[in-house]
């Protein structure tokens, strides 16, 4: 296209417009799409590469270069420079391309005889689906407007490849999405689910790629970003918090005169306004994955978001799309709010998130719901279809999506072990977790939604030793009402029995950020404004809740503890907030629970250390593992770079809780653990073994914990743990796992 004008770049999508429409087997359209662009741009070459498996890249069809070399020459990513161009993602523009860096000679292609090269990515979306390349005799430099064109035809291409236009024989002409993948993640909530993809937004199909009107897309567009516009206001004018951020990033976007711009400026060359918006979504795509910045990437998705409203506004295809949700759903989103995940309640078999985090809500509502759950798992959302046969893999943090024979039956082995291994715990979930020396140990489950409730009897828990009362404000929009709380407090102590239920009082700040609440912008909200901090300091909130726990006993016992308490002053300020709710609840004449309990939570070190008439004072201590760790070790519990690196077993963490049990034990304390590591079997017998009886942990952990206890002689593993600790060993685990691969 040596002119490169617009009207040329209209000529050739119009051709490319044709050939799509033509009635053509896969190759024959291939070849036509070569030839019409190596015409059109007035080079010798046209070629185009597409991805075999995931790294191999085949040559599918050419003009100009040999005819024998087609579905014959491949290349590695990375390999020549069409490899590199694959790799990048990136352009490759050149007038004499054997000299550049990686140039790879491949003698049946003929390819020596041409100097210049113009390489091309073909993907959709984010999705590398293989390489697009130009080259002429002549030594030049291609021009924008010739880069321009190439970079539409590559678009076309990759449109075509989602809606099965080159289907043909070979592996590189499959149709999209067949192959197997495999995608890798982290944790969010260990088990293991066999079922089929449900997008939770489904891809929008864009068939119109090409229109030789302007002026009506243009007008297309124009209504389409008019209406995006007024949604947007709409929302925002109920919102808040976050929500409100990333709206105001919406309503930028949606004003922006750039992106109009560039979007009406393809309109002009030739592409109908979806894909001109979905043109700019893919570079939005490309630049996410390269951006490290995180409020950057946040940004870009943003935009990506918003081009979606945008393609659905003008495609006329809602989230709804007719398919049926299928009887095993794996659901798969870039994030979901708790609130949606709870509406689609356990009917769910796994989810798999491509961001999320460990403390995210919808990771706490999915343990809740013990449903397997694996996050930042990158890509997912390209690779997926609804339906698709998936596998997750909740333990090791893998998806196998479109799993071929062997992956299927090896997975299906590991199902079954742990059916049998849920049979045996079920087995055993009437009798008490009584180790070999005859020590008792007392296991309860943590819960915070009235969707835990049902796993009370089944787990064979004694009661909830940790009700984390937060979960009810994070799943709503606005703070529930103390009469809605009375209600959900009531149903909790109706569905646990006679079984004791430990409410912890309003847990918020750092991690856990209420959506109806401005948020503080504190420099370490892990160590800021939080918690029982919260409540002592502006104490509406948690006299409303007390007044709501006393009402929901209706005179049964109640138990209350207080989190994040720090120094003996703020367990005795709590506890007097009780007091003088319980005053004003005799007062009104509203009966009382018969007993209350008020204890605390240990989290901070420093209460460790509080004065022994704290711990005279306290009726009982539940250690909070989770943050307790976190500020021993000065490890960020949500920093996956962190999180990790010390071991619950350290020697050091090993000692300080045992020093806590000692001097529970001298004022006759109750004491329990209730962090995510009394679910752990190892961990939970280790502090079973240095004296924590009680223990606190999710529902599902507790056959496993307990089948573990059985079989332990926890004197015998103290003394392993004291050896190991005289020794010098820096953790216990290795001596510990020892002991019990023999013993246990
Ligand atoms: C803990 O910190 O161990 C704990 C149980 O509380 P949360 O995980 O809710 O912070
Ligand atoms: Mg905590």
Redesign the pocket.
Known sequence: MPDGSESESRKLLGRLRDTMAEEAAGQARLDKITHLTADSMGTEVCSVYLFRDEDTLELCATEGLKQEAVHHTRMKLGEGLVGRVARTGKMVNTADAPSERGFRYMPETGEEIFSSFLGLPIQRLGEKLGVLVVQTKAKREFTSDEIYALEVVAMVLAEMAELGAFIGEGAALKARHTQAAMIRGVTGQEGTAEGHVWLHEPRVVVTNLVSDDPKRERERLKTAVEKLRVSVDEMLAGASGEQLEVLEAYRMFANSKGWRKRMEEDIDRGLSAEAAVEKEQSAARARMGQVTDAYLRERLHDLDDLSNRLLRILTGQGSETGAEMPADPILIARNIGPGELLDYGRRLRGIVLEEGSV?SHAAIVARALAIPLVIRADRVLTEALNGDHIMVDGDQGLVHLRPDESVVSAFRDKIAMQAQAQERYASIRQKPAMSICGKQINLFM?AGLLADLPSLPSSGAEGVG?F?T?LQFLIRNQMPRRTELVEVYKRVMDSAGDKPVIF?TL?IG???VLPYMKPNDEPNPALGWRAIRVGLDKPGVMRMQIQALLRASEGRPLSVMF??VAQYEEFRAARTEVDKALAIERKLGHKVPETITIGT?L?TPSLAYASKKFFEDVAFI?????????FFFAAD?ENERVRRRYDTLNVSFLTFLEGIVQRCSETGTALSF???DAGRPIEAVCLAAIGLHKL?MRPASIGPVKSLIMRTDLDALYDVICDARERGEQSVRESVLDYLRWNG
Do not use: T
Not at 622 to 630: E, H, R, T, V
């Open positions: 403390g943590n940790l984390r937060e912890r847990d750092s991690d856990k989190p994040f939570m989290e539940s250690i909070g593992g989770n943050d307790l760790k976190q519990r209730c962090g995510e606190s």
